[in-house]
C-alpha cells in the first residue's frame, strides 16, 4: 500500500513551470540568440516604462521642474552638455530622457490597451460569427470584409476625427487617450475576428461542443466555456504582432497631431515636436525618441515572429 | 443538349457573369461605405451650425435647416446625398468654404504622382534585390537586402521620412525637403515630373512611401524564385543545355511576375491611404495632407468625401486585378462556372 502511494506521488505531473522549461517553445526560445535579446529589450523597455517614476532623473509633467535657461542642452557627450541631463533637452528645459521614459509608458499604456481592446472586440464578434452562423455570420463578416480594404490608419484618423466632432473640439489628455484607444481597438479588430470564427467552425463540431449542448448548457455559456478556451492559442501570436502595430498607429496619429497632446506626450508626440528642431540643428531632440521608438517596435516584432513560428508547427 | 454553340462562347459567357459578380459586389461595398460616409456628414456635428454664427435665432437655424433638406426623411437625405455624390458634389468644406470636389481635384495630381513614383521605384528596386537574393542566397549582400526590409517593414513611414531629411537635406543639402517644387500645368493637372526641382522634390517621399512596397516585393520575388527555381521545367530548360542567362531571366522571373504584378496593383490602393503620412513628412500638398488637416479641424465634409474617393479608387484596382487575373492566367477560368 505505501509503496503504491509513493508512485502515484512520484508520477505526479510535473509543476507548470518545469512543462514551460521542458517545452519546444523553450527549447526554440534558448537556441535563438536574436530572440533573446529582442526579449531583452522587451523587458528592459516594459521595466523602464513601469518604473519612469523612479528611474527618470526629472517629472516631466511638473512645470515647477522645468527651468528655460536649461532649454535645448546637446547630450552630455557633447562640450555644451549638462549634468544631469544625459540625453540632452528640448525647447521647454524638459529633460529627454525623462521625456522618453514617460512617452514610453503612454505609447505601451495606448499599445497594450488598444490591442486588449481590438481581442475583445474581435474575439466576441468572430465567436458570435462562428458559433451562431446565418445572418450573423453574414453581416459581422461583410463588415470585416469592407474594413480590410482600408488601411488600418486611415481608419483610425477617420475615428479620430468623428470622435472629435462628437466629443466637441478639445479634449483633455485622459479623452484623447481613450479616443486613440477605441479608433487603434476599432481598426485591429478583423483579424481577430477572422481568425476566432475560423477555428470555431471546426471546434463547434466536436463531442464535446455536442454533449455541452445535450446536458442542456445555455449557448452562451458553451460559448464561453467550452468553445473559448480552444480558441484561444493563435489569439496570443496575433497579439503580439499586432501590439507592435498598435504602438505605430499611436506613434503616427500622434506625429499626425491627432494623437497625445504636448502636454502628455507619447514617443510619437515627441517626435512630432522634434521634427521643429531639425533644421536648426537640435537633432537630439528628435532622434533619441525615434530611436526608443524603432527599436521597441523592432524588438516586439522579433519576439512576435518567433512567437509564430514557435507555436505554429506547420511553418517549422 | 449543349447550350452554347461552342466552347468559346460559353467562356466568355462565364467571364462576363464573373465580371458582372465582381461588379455589383464592388457597389456593394461602395454602398456601404457611402452609408457610413452619409452618417459621418449627417450626425457627427451639425451641419447648421457650420453655416449659422452663434448668435443666429431659433427661427432663421430652421430656415436653414429646411433649405438644406436636413428635416426630410433620413432615407431621402441618404439618397441625394448619394446622387449628388456620383454627380461629384460633396457639400461645402467647413474649412475653406469652398467646394470640397475643387479641393480634392486641386490636390489629385501630386498626390498620383507621388504614388506612381513610389510604385516605380518599388517594383524596380523591389524586383531587381528579390532576384538577387534569390539567385546568390548567401553572398553578403544578399543579407544586406535581409536587414533592410526587416527595417523597411519595423520602422513607421514617418521616421523613415525624417531620417531621410535629416540626412538628405540638413546635413548633406542636396535634396529640397518640403513641397513639389516647380510645377508645369498641363491642362488642370499640375506636374512636377518635367522641372528638376520638381523631380528633385519627388526623390525622398517616393522612396519613403515605396520603401514598405519594396520590401514586400523583394520578399515575394526571392520566395516565388527559389520555389520556380526547383521546379521540374527549369531542370529541364538546364537539361536542354540553356544559358544560365536565359533560364533566369526568360523562363524563372516571367513565372514569377504575375503575383506581383497582382500585389502591386492591390498595394496601389495602401500606397495612396499611406500617403497621407508622407505627404504630412515632407509638407507634400496632396489629397492625404487635406485629409490629415480635415481631421485636425472637424472638417467632416472633407473626410467623408476622401473616405468614398479612396474606397472608389480601392473598389476599381480590387475589380481590375481581379479581371485581369482570369485573363492573364487561364488556370483560373475553370473555376470561374463555380459560384463564388
Known sequence: MADARTTTLAAKPPGFLARALDSDVWASFTRSKLTMAAAAVTILFFAAALLAGLVSPQDPFNPAELELINSRLPPIWDAEGQRPFMLGTDDQGRDMLSAILYGLRISLLVGFMGVAFAATLGITLGLLAGYLGGVTDTLIMRIADVQLTFPAILIALLVDGVAKSVLGGHLDPATTLSVLVFSIGLSFWVQYARTVRGSVLVEKNKDYVAAARLIGLPAPVIMARHVLPNVLGPVLVIATINLALAIITEATLSFLGSGMPDTMPSLGTLIRIGNNYLFSGEWWIVAFPGIALALLVLAINLVGDWLRDALNPRLR | ?340
Open chain 2, 1 to 340: 443538349m449543349p447550350l452554347f454553340k461552342n466552347a468559346d462562347a460559353a467562356r466568355e459567357t462565364a467571364m462576363l457573369a464573373f465580371t458582372i459578380r465582381r461588379a455589383l459586389q464592388a457597389l456593394g461595398v461602395l454602398l456601404a461605405v457611402g452609408i457610413i460616409a452619409f452618417a459621418m456628414f449627417r450626425f457627427a456635428g451639425d451641419p447648421v451650425n457650420q453655416i449659422v454664427s452663434i448668435d443666429t435665432p431659433a427661427a432663421e437655424r430652421e430656415e436653414v435647416r429646411r433649405s438644406l433638406g436636413l428635416d426630410d426623411p433620413v432615407p431621402v437625405q441618404f439618397g441625394r446625398y448619394f446622387l449628388r455624390a456620383a454627380q461629384g458634389n460633396f457639400g461645402i468644406s467647413y474649412q475653406f468654404r469652398q467646394p470640397v470636389a475643387q479641393l480634392l481635384i486641386d490636390r489629385m495630381p501630386a498626390t498620383l504622382e507621388l504614388a506612381f513614383c513610389a510604385t516605380v521605384f518599388a517594383l524596380t528596386f523591389g524586383i531587381l534585390m528579390g532576384v538577387y537574393s534569390a539567385l546568390r542566397r548567401d553572398s553578403l549582400l544578399s543579407k544586406l537586402f535581409q536587414a533592410v526590409s526587416l527595417v523597411g517593414i519595423s520602422l513607421p513611414t514617418f521616421l523613415i521620412g525624417i531620417l531621410l531629411i535629416y540626412l538628405f537635406s540638413v546635413t548633406l543639402g542636396l535634396l529640397p525637403s518640403y513641397g513639389r517644387g516647380d510645377t508645369v500645368r498641363l491642362g488642370w493637372w499640375t506636374s512636377g515630373l518635367f522641372t528638376l526641382s520638381g523631380l528633385k522634390a519627388l526623390i525622398m517621399p517616393s522612396i519613403t512611401l515605396g520603401l514598405f512596397q519594396m520590401t514586400l516585393i523583394m520578399r515575394l520575388v526571392r520566395a516565388e524564385m527559389l520555389e520556380v527555381l526547383r521546379s521540374d521545367y527549369i531542370r529541364f530548360a538546364r537539361a536542354r543545355g540553356l544559358k544560365t542567362r536565359a533560364i533566369h531571366f526568360g523562363h524563372a522571373l516571367k513565372n514569377t511576375l504575375v503575383p506581383v504584378i497582382t500585389i502591386a496593383g492591390l498595394q496601389l490602393g495602401a500606397i495612396i491611404a499611406f500617403a497621407i503620412i508622407t505627404e504630412t513628412v515632407f509638407q507634400w500638398p496632396g489629397m492625404g495632407l487635406l485629409f490629415v488637416q480635415a481631421v485636425q479641424n472637424v472638417d467632416i465634409p472633407i473626410m467623408a468625401a476622401y473616405l468614398l474617393l479612396v474606397a472608389a479608387i480601392f473598389v476599381t484596382i480590387n475589380l481590375i486585378v481581379d479581371i485581369l487575373y482570369t485573363v492573364v492566367d487561364p488556370r483560373l477560368r475553370s473555376t470561374l462556372r463555380q459560384p463564388v
